[in-house]
Structures are given as structure tokens and as C-alpha cells.
């Protein structure tokens, strides 16, 4: 394993994608982000997406010079359209429009058209809770799983956030996919050429395996069976049928250099509590409802071990794998010192 400063790992992730032909801001807000995940332990969402986002950039699967923009709009609701560029400037426009529509509104959506795969979902949130508003992030991906029943992927894994700010107190930060586990925990097995559990996935023909590539080739199994395949529904009608995206079986896969510009969709919901039984009572109920939880020593907050995990790393930096550090300073072609 390699220790990176995290400044130098965005450094080198910022320039990989330039070079691969992302204009300015889009290679530094998803530098930023692919950082942030490494250094919350989301490994899967992090350096190892660097690859992919290179390929895509230079196959044409994603625009480097697109400029996020607000396409559609009323008081607390808008529709931009992200170009077709990595997903992170027009996630963030997103998230800044939700914002400022709730401080006048109470409450604020944004939704995303013509996207790409925009990393950790409650990475986008941050802003919301730094401005005392609840978040809700909810986005598509290409098919990996199966309507409920079925026996070919339609949905993706489309995953969901939210967060509920505190005062004095990291905010409670809820994020998962809908599929058993995160698709990019798959693709981190197969790049290190090693099984997964059973129960997580099946293989083109249906059946379960523990095969990485096999899977990725396959489908995701849905969190909690039929609940998670109807959640897996709500979120793709939320992200597709009001944006105009495409639907995850419309998009290929993530995991292969060629194919289509995804055109995924994503939203954004913000909420003042001050609109509603307000901001004094809001933080009063969540603390009583957190001092309950904690009436039990083994009960662990939500978000509260990437808090940590993202605190040590800004101090002591990130390990990365060997090869996986060789491959980002091959694509950012760097002579930075690998030991820094």
C-alpha cells in the first residue's frame, strides 16, 4: 500500500482527468469527490473510478466540456441538464438551486438530466447540512438488477442519501444502494481477482456466484428482496419519468471503456425545517431520538466512521494499493514523490 496526502491524491486525480479532457471546474469538483471517498474508506467510489472516468472521457461516453446548466424552472423546483459531463458540476448546481430555493421556499428541488455516475450520494449533501437543511439524494444507474420476478437486469443499484444536520454535532449522513451491497464493491473484487459472498449477485444465466467478473457480467440482487426491487422502481421513476433521462437498461454498463453516454438522472430535495414545526423543535427531536439510540452503548450514528475515517486522513493521508497508485500517477503523468 502506498500513503497518499490527501491533497496530493486530488492533485493527481485532478490532472488525470484533464489530461483525459475534462475542462477545469468538472476535473477539479470530481477530483474533489473521488478524494473525499477514498479518504471515507468508500474505496469503490474513489481513485479505483479514475480508470473509468479516463476511458469515458477520452471514448466519448462522457463530455469533459460540458457546462452544467439550469434548462427548466419554477419557485422551488428546477431541471438542469448536465451536458452529458461527469455528474459532479451539475450535482453540485443541483444541490447549490435546491438550496437557495428552500431558504425562500422552504423547500427545494433540483433534478439532473443527461448525467453520468456521480460517486457517493451523500457526498453531495454536505452543503445541505452545512446550511442547517435536511437532504435527500436519490440517483439511477445502468441496469443491474431485475424487477421483482424478472429474470434480465432493468434497474440499477440506484442509490439513495439523506441527511439531518445537528447543532455542535456531525449531522446523521444515511447512504446505500439498493442492490445487497455497492456494484463498485464487485468491481474492486474483480480487480483483485477475488470472490464474493454468495448472495450478492447472479450470473448471466441467474444463478448465484461468487465470481467478481461473473457478476459484474450478471446482476445485483436487491437489498432486502422485494422491498428493495420496489424501492429500486420509486427511485428510477424519481430520476427518470421528471428529468427525461434514461432508464437504467437504456444505459451501458459503467464497467466497460466503449458504449453510450449514459444519460442517467438524479435529484436533490431540500428541506427547511424552520418552514415547518421549526428549526428550535427540529433539533430538539433529533437529539431526544439520538440520546434514545444511544440508550444502547452498541448503537453506531449513521455516518459517524466516515466522519472519522475522513478526520484521520486529512492529518495522515489515504493508503492506496500499490498498482492502483501506479496506474494514477501512469495517468496523470507525474513524477510526484509516491512516498509524500
Not at 431541471?79 to 438550496?99: R, Y
Not at 447512504?175 to 464493491?185: C, N, P, W
Not at 447472479?202 to 432486502?224: E, I, S
Amino acid at each position: 500500500m502506498t500513503t497518499v496526502a490527501l491533497k496530493q491524491l486530488e492533485s493527481l486525480i485532478e490532472n488525470a482527468l484533464l489530461r483525459a479532457g475534462a475542462g477545469a471546474t468538472m476535473a477539479a469538483l470530481t477530483a474533489r469527490a473521488l478524494a473525499a471517498a477514498d479518504a471515507q474508506g468508500l474505496t469503490s467510489h474513489g481513485v479505483a473510478r479514475v480508470s473509468q472516468y479516463v476511458a469515458h472521457l477520452k471514448n466519448g461516453r462522457a463530455s469533459g466540456q460540458a457546462v452544467a446548466r439550469v434548462v427548466r424552472e419554477k419557485p422551488a423546483a428546477c431541471l438542469i441538464d448536465a451536458e452529458n459531463g461527469l455528474a459532479f458540476p451539475a450535482c453540485s448546481l443541483a444541490v447549490k438551486e435546491a438550496i437557495d430555493r428552500a431558504r425562500t421556499q422552504g423547500i427545494g428541488f433540483a433534478a439532473v438530466t443527461n448525467s453520468h455516475h456521480f460517486g457517493v450520494a451523500g457526498y453531495h449533501l454536505v452543503a445541505a447540512a452545512e446550511q442547517s437543511m435536511v437532504g435527500l439524494a436519490f440517483s439511477n444507474s445502468p441496469a443491474a438488477m431485475p424487477a421483482w420476478g424478472g429474470s434480465r437486469a432493468l434497474f440499477g443499484t440506484n442509490p439513495i442519501a439523506a441527511v439531518f444536520p445537528r447543532n455542535g454535532a456531525l449531522p446523521l449522513a444515511i447512504d446505500l444502494s439498493l442492490s445487497e451491497v455497492a456494484r463498485g464493491k464487485v468491481m474492486i473484487a474483480a480487480q483483485q481477482g477475488k470472490p464474493i459472498p454468495l448472495g450478492w449477485a447472479l450470473d448471466r444465466a441467474g444463478k448465484p456466484t461468487t465470481d467478481a467478473n461473473a457478476a459484474l457480467d450478471g446482476m445485483m440482487l436487491p437489498a432486502g428482496g422485494v422491498k428493495g426491487a420496489m424501492l429500486a422502481l420509486m427511485v428510477e421513476l424519481l430520476c427518470t419519468t421528471l428529468t427525461g433521462a434514461h432508464f437504467g437498461y437504456e444505459a451501458d454498463s459503467f464497467f466497460v471503456d466503449a458504449g453510450n453516454q449514459p444519460r442517467l438522472g438524479q435529484a436533490f430535495l431540500v428541506i427547511d425545517p424552520a418552514a415547518l414545526a421549526g428549526a428550535e423543535v427540529y433539533h430538539s427531536r433529533v437529539e431526544v431520538l439520538i440520546e434514545s439510540m444511544h440508550a444502547d452503548p452498541d448503537v453506531r450514528l449513521p455516518g459517524e466512521r466516515r466522519a472519522k475515517l475522513a478526520q484521520r486522513a486529512s492529518t495522515d493521508g489515504v493508503e492506496i494499493p500499490d498498482a492502483l497508485f501506479a496506474r494514477l500517477l501512469e495517468l496523470a503523468e507525474s513524477d510526484q514523490d509516491q512516498s509524500e
